[in-house]
């Protein structure tokens, strides 16, 4: 705490000014205001009232079983992806959380690699170690290993979602209060027998929270599913390729229609899968009901231990993370060449590059800027609970942006800020990516408020401290590193976007980053080089960023 | 100076009341415990004077000044919570500056003032440390030296000494009420531990279901516990059922059960009427049974079992009529004298019985702290 009391003017005059009630409650209003209005609303209202396009499509059934088999792929794909990384992340997590040896602490400084990198970079890095002749398949002296495909696209998703489900996971182990399972140990119960019986069933709302959340990343991810789709599609695929089509290839009318419809149905049924899975998967039960004593005495033993940690490390490496940090390796080659200066000259087509990548990171900070700004008040009426019963329903409300597919926002707000003005691509540009990211900040920061006792601030006030006060001596020191790391998370997830930036942007000049490479990705013209330096950059600048900003946290926190 | 006056004050929590129509007044400098079991309304209560929740019916005066619609940092009070609030990332000195800080103070003196509290608490050497490295009484100290400097003059203690191990809350209960009356602060003191009120204040207020049950000096609501509830709440209480048998002017006479008389001098009662007879423990005095007794209220039993409890022993005794007696008596009379399985009598003196009317809802219930 200062030594220098409230000397400061601006200070007395804000907390003075935090005692108005009038003013508390416009500050609550307008964030709300913000949260309804330009958030949740304008993709709602964007499908609604072009709902009456659809009826053009009777007649296309071609395009609408199409549409319709994308849209299954869509789900199909989150559920095994999801289901694959949470039986394979489980036990890395546990070997995270429990085990004290070196190799722990190192795996977990790398988890959060695939996370933190844009995913269209990971994209092309996926497709670069799996496909070309310069990655894995170079050892069997195979083309390429595995075509673009549903395989490609499921090893994908799998490693960027993989550090979702452990990142989780180890925090819940870490709270998890082990002494249950002692306890089942001191009864007799093998050690696998206690985590099955005990452990699991108490971590089941992590587990599920984990898989949803991993549900959701596969569900919207758009821009590396395109560079590695081959000639399968999802969803967002379909969404994308049917933006790209031209007036020759499709009537404006029937692209509207299918962009409303495929946009509509992935919005409904992504809120409807998923209140199903939150609402149904708490009543499910672990098998506890019979215990295994010869099975799990075996699983139990030091051999099955070892055997389980070396398989979930080895896929650890082998499939999340040397596919998604392959790209390096043409940096390095173009660092030798030289090649990397080239790059910087800004010279066609580097212009263009880093005219997005600015794009890129502009929206990105004022995303972040924006939801910081008015998220805040947001987390605090949902963590403290200011209103009431309402309260649960704003937290449900909030995480619809998260759970639906952000192309499917993308085209729903492009067809509702489409008609007001001229300057609709940047401001579509900006809200889409708040909209986006709004819940990842909200979230972590009504998570961050709730974990410090409301008595903290209820006797600073009894204390003599007024609301600012409180907020500035109390609340936010307390909680900086959660506002610092949501506002990383926002940046980070804005930062990689590709649908939506793509779906509200007409203008190539409004292009972000991932949209570019994704467009290099699919232009058989443009040198593999160039697109491996395009996505090694872009994932080392992004690194770069995200460091900095740490050390600037870090030197502050000092 | 400060007095705190509740007028029918309700708090609710969506369907649950809280507090219902209460009215209290707690006088300048007292030092006043309000007492309860778990769920009665005694941190509510506190929060409602420190302004951390707001009535939804009546008023609150604060020195005669209506403080329903003020914000806690304007009412002048401190409260601690049961695990203290220290705030973590701020030290001991900070903890206890924030106060005279947040109410204007210039630095200088805010961290003087600081300074005086931190060495009338003895934690003066631990002036930077963090509260984490702080021991529970440390805790307790500086928390209540932190109360001090904001110069608030009254004191709401939520379970003050609840978090400290049993020698360290008994030393320092004593000391918490030095501190109070020192500092000539208006106290009130939560606490769901009878010996700690009885001890520390100057009045017990009793709560049940957000009611008053009574309140009063401690040796008042010991010795005259106005309900079943008070007495079973306060001391160790024996409670037998019966009917009034006959009444004359002396008191009245309880048939307790296969057909023991009982003797009372209370003749305020109605022949037949349903009752519940109080008897302190103490106040049961164990015989041997060498000879046989032609007293009256002297009962025959079996020593059931014996506990040592230091300075007392406590017995419980199956009397011939099938009824429980607990008993209790100084170590120094009591020791060896009486062996489980043991043929004795129970003695009450009929000044030492209280009888109140049969409860509605039967005694176990009424009795029923959870």
């Known amino acids: 705490m200062s030594k220098s009391g409230n000397s400061n003017p601006l200070i007395k005059k804000l907390d003075e000014l935090s005692s108005n009630k009038l003013l508390k409650l416009s500050i609550y209003a307008s964030s709300l205001i913000f949260f309804f209005a330009l958030i949740l609303f304008p993709p709602l209202i964007g499908i609604i009232e072009n709902l009456g396009y659809i009826n053009i499509l009777i007649y296309e059934s071609y395009l609408m079983s199409r549409a319709n088999f994308a849209i299954l792929q869509s789900f199909v794909m989150a559920f095994i992806v999801s289901t694959l990384d949470l039986i394979a992340a489980l036990p890395l997590a546990w070997f995270i959380a429990r085990s004290k040896s070196r190799a722990a602490h190192f795996v977990d400084a790398l988890v959060d690699i695939p996370f933190l990198m844009p995913t269209?970079?990971?994209g092309y890095s996926i497709l670069l170690f799996w496909c070309s002749e310069r990655g894995l398949s170079s050892l069997f002296g195979a083309g390429s290993l595995i075509s673009p495909g549903f395989f490609l696209v499921l090893l994908l998703h799998f490693a960027f979602s993989y550090p979702v489900i452990v990142r989780v996971m180890v925090g819940e182990l870490l709270s998890y209060r082990e002494v249950y399972e002692v306890a089942a140990r001191t009864l007799g119960a093998r050690s696998w027998t206690a985590v099955r019986t005990i452990t699991l069933p108490l971590l089941k709302p992590g587990i599920i929270a984990s898989f949803l959340l991993a549900f959701a990343r596969s569900l919207s991810e758009t821009g590396a599913t395109m560079m590695v789709a081959g000639s399968w599609e999802n969803g967002p695929v379909f969404l994308y390729r049917l933006m790209k089509m031209t007036e020759a290839e499709i009537t404006s009318d029937i692209k509207n229609g299918m962009l409303v419809y495929v946009s509509s149905v992935l919005l409904l049924t992504s809120i409807v899968v998923f209140f199903i899975i939150s609402f149904l998967a708490p009543k499910m039960r672990f098998p506890i009901k019979r215990i295994f004593s010869s099975v799990e005495g075996k699983m139990s033993s030091p051999i099955a231990v070892k055997v389980r940690n070396t398989s979930s490390l080895?896929?650890?490496?082998?499939?999340?993370?040397?596919?998604?940090?392959?790209?390096a390796f043409p940096m390095v080659e173009a660092l030798i060449s030289g090649s990397l200066s080239f790059v910087l000259s800004g010279f066609s087509p580097w212009g263009d590059y880093w005219r997005s990548m600015s794009i890129s990171y502009g929206i990105g900070l004022l995303a972040t800027l924006l939801n910081m700004i008015f998220g805040l008040p947001i987390a605090i009426l949902i963590a403290r609970r200011r209103l009431g019963k309402a309260t649960s329903i704003l937290r449900a409300i909030i995480n619809v942006p998260i759970v639906v597919p952000s192309i499917a926002l993308g085209v729903s707000l492009r067809l509702f800020w489409g008609k007001y003005t001229s300057l609709y691509d940047f401001w579509a540009l900006l809200l889409s990516h708040a909209t986006i990211t709004y819940t990842y900040f909200v979230t972590s920061m009504a998570a961050a408020i709730e974990s410090i006792p409301q008595e903290l601030e209820d006797v600073a006030s009894t204390l003599g401290a007024r609301p600012f006060t409180v907020f500035r001596k109390v609340t936010f020191p307390l909680t900086k590193y959660s506002v610092?790391?949501?506002?990383?998370?926002?940046?980070?997830r804005a930062l990689g976007e590709t649908g939506a930036a793509r779906a509200v942007v007409r203008s190539r000049d409004l292009w972000t980053l991932p949209v570019l490479l994704v467009d290099w990705v699919e232009n058989k013209n443009i040198a593999e080089m160039q697109k491996a330096l395009g996505a090694g950059v872009y994932m080392l600048t992004s690194f770069a960023a995200l460091l900095a900003l740490r050390l600037v946290f870090s030197v502050r926190r000092k | 100076m400060p007095t705190i006056k509740l007028i029918n004050v309700t708090k609710k929590y969506g369907d649950i009341t809280a507090i219902k129509n209460l009215s209290l007044t707690i006088n300048d400098r007292e030092y006043v415990c309000v007492l309860g079991p778990t769920g009665s309304g005694k941190t509510t209560l506190l929060k409602l004077i420190a302004g951390i929740v707001r009535p939804d019916r009546g008023e609150i005066y604060i020195d005669d000044i209506l403080v329903n619609n003020l914000s806690p940092y304007e009412r002048g009070i401190a409260y601690l919570p049961q695990y203290y609030a220290l705030f973590p990332h701020l030290t001991a000195l900070e903890n206890v500056a924030f106060g005279p800080l947040s109410k204007g103070l210039n630095a200088k003196e805010a961290y003087e003032i600081s300074m005086r509290m931190l060495e009338m608490m003895r934690l003066a050497w631990r002036a930077h440390s963090f509260p984490h490295e702080l021991s529970g009484g440390m805790q307790q100290r500086l928390a209540l030296a932190r109360a001090l400097a904001s110069g608030a003059k009254i004191l709401l203690l939520d379970e003050p000494l609840g978090a400290l191990d049993a020698r360290l809350r008994?030393?320092?209960?004593?000391?918490?009420?030095?501190?109070?009356?020192?500092?000539?602060?208006?106290?009130?003191?939560?606490?769901?531990?009878?010996?700690e009120a009885m001890i520390v204040a100057d009045r017990i207020i009793l709560l049940r279901d957000g009611k008053v049950q009574q309140e009063g000096s401690p040796m008042q609501v010991y010795n005259e516990p106005k309900s079943i509830f008070t007495a079973h709440f306060i001391g160790e209480a024996n409670f037998f059922e019966g009917f009034i048998a006959d009444v004359d002017q002396y008191g009245s006479w309880v048939q307790l059960r296969n057909g023991f008389l009982l003797r009372t001098s209370d003749p305020n009662r109605s022949i037949g009427e349903r009752v519940v007879v109080m008897v302190r423990e103490e106040k049961s005095k164990i015989l041997k049974a060498a000879k046989k007794r032609e007293e009256i209220n002297v009962f025959p039993g079996t020593i059931e079992s014996i506990s040592f409890l230091g300075d007392f022993i406590s017995y419980i005794i199956l009397l011939d009529n099938g009824d429980r007696a607990n008993s209790r008596m100084p170590t120094i009379n009591a020791l060896g004298r009486f062996k489980i399985g043991e043929r004795v009598y129970i003695r009450i003196k009929p000044?030492?019985?209280?009888?109140?009317?049969?409860?509605?809802?039967?005694?176990?219930?009424?009795?029923?702290?959870?």
């Open chain 1, 314 to 327: 080895a896929i650890f490496l082998l499939v999340v993370i040397i596919p998604s940090i392959f790209v």
């Open chain 1, 120 to 122: 269209a970079a990971l």
């Open chain 2, 170 to 195: 008994v030393e320092l209960r004593y000391k918490l009420k030095k501190l109070a009356k020192e500092n000539n602060l208006t106290t009130i003191h939560v606490t769901h531990d009878q010996e």
């Open chain 1, 484 to 492: 610092f790391s949501g506002a990383i998370l926002v940046f980070t």
């Open chain 2, 351 to 370: 000044e030492d019985v209280i009888i109140y009317s049969y409860p509605p809802h039967g005694l176990y219930k009424e009795i029923e702290v959870i």
